[in-house]
């Protein structure tokens, strides 16, 4: 991350996932990097992204540690023992959509509120994962319907929370990254072993991406690979 600071802070939220883990782990080999802050629901301190209380406690626990200068929130839920991405309209159900908007959009938009604060007036950046079927624009094949939704409404978060953050934090940059296809857990029932990247990789292009990123970005929807996305 040439564009930081010397010794910059770096946290994150969702260290212990296949993604968030390759981070952490391209972060700690950096020696420009200072500190790496890895959190998460099994981290001390612990931070539950469907729990308010605990992102605002986590958040607490790092204010005295000096600002950030680089956050990823590398958290997902495509699916769940008890929910599946919907093929057609009339899968669509309460239950679904409450778990997948829960771990989305609205404990991503938590870290929004709790943790942007923390970044550095100066250069600085918070990217959270989204996904490019969340494009409304990009959308040709339907189907998904939770999932897309809630990775939409989370690119609406970070848009909002940008234009904000330019009042407060000029130097801040917040950007939605698709990370593509990735080996991992989310992707597996959907042939993500066979087509997706390491995570390794996945994880050294998207911050390759966000070394690139300037201020007037702030408030993009960036693929892996540092191209723009539709909304």
């Given at each position: 991350?040439?564009?930081?600071?010397?010794?910059?802070?770096?946290?994150?939220?969702?260290?212990?996932g296949?993604?968030?883990?390759?981070?952490?782990?391209?972060?700690?080999?950096?020696?420009?990097?200072?500190?790496?802050?890895?959190?998460?629901?099994?981290?001390?301190?612990?931070?539950?992204?469907?729990?308010?209380?605990?992102?605002?406690?986590?958040?607490?626990?790092?204010?005295?540690?000096?600002?950030?200068?680089?956050?990823?929130?590398?958290?997902?839920?495509?699916?769940?023992?008890?929910?599946?991405?919907?093929?057609?309209?009339?899968?669509?159900?309460?239950?679904t959509?409450?778990?997948?908007?829960?771990?989305?959009t609205?404990?991503?938009?938590?870290?929004?509120?709790?943790?942007?604060p923390?970044?550095?007036?100066?250069?600085?950046?918070?990217a959270?994962?989204?996904?490019?079927?969340?494009?409304?624009?990009?959308?040709?094949?339907?189907?998904?319907?939770?999932y897309?939704?809630?990775?939409?409404?989370?690119?609406?978060?970070?848009?909002?929370?940008?234009?904000?953050?330019?009042?407060?934090?000029?130097?801040?940059?917040?950007?939605a990254?698709?990370?593509?296809?990735?080996?991992?857990?989310?992707?597996?029932?959907?042939?993500?072993?066979?087509?997706?990247?390491?995570?390794?990789?996945?994880?050294?292009?998207?911050?390759?991406?966000?070394?690139?990123?300037?201020?007037?970005?702030?408030?993009?929807?960036?693929?892996?690979?540092?191209?723009?996305?539709?909304?």
């Amino acid at each position: 991350m040439n564009t930081l600071p010397p010794a910059y802070q770096a946290l994150v939220i969702g260290a212990t996932g296949a993604i968030g883990s390759a981070f952490v782990a391209h972060l700690r080999a950096d020696t420009r990097c200072g500190a790496v802050h890895a959190l998460g629901r099994s981290s001390s301190p612990p931070l539950d992204l469907t729990q308010e209380d605990s992102v605002a406690a986590a958040a607490a626990g790092l204010r005295g540690l000096g600002p950030l200068h680089l956050v990823v929130v590398a958290t997902g839920l495509l699916h769940s023992a008890s929910a599946r991405p919907e093929k057609r309209l009339a899968d669509l159900s309460l239950a679904t959509m409450e778990e997948v908007f829960r771990v989305n959009t609205f404990g991503p938009a938590l870290v929004l509120r709790h943790f942007a604060p923390l970044l550095a007036r100066e250069r600085s950046l918070m990217a959270l994962l989204s996904a490019k079927v969340g494009s409304i624009g990009d959308n040709r094949l339907g189907g998904w319907y939770s999932y897309r939704a809630s990775k939409a409404a989370l690119n609406m978060m970070v848009r909002t929370a940008a234009i904000e953050m330019r009042r407060t934090h000029p130097g801040a940059v917040l950007a939605a990254v698709h990370p593509g296809t990735v080996a991992s857990a989310l992707s597996r029932p959907f042939r993500g072993d066979e087509i997706g990247r390491a995570p390794a990789l996945a994880a050294a292009q998207m911050l390759t991406a966000l070394d690139a990123l300037q201020a007037e970005d702030s408030g993009s929807f960036v693929a892996y690979d540092g191209q723009r996305l539709p909304w």
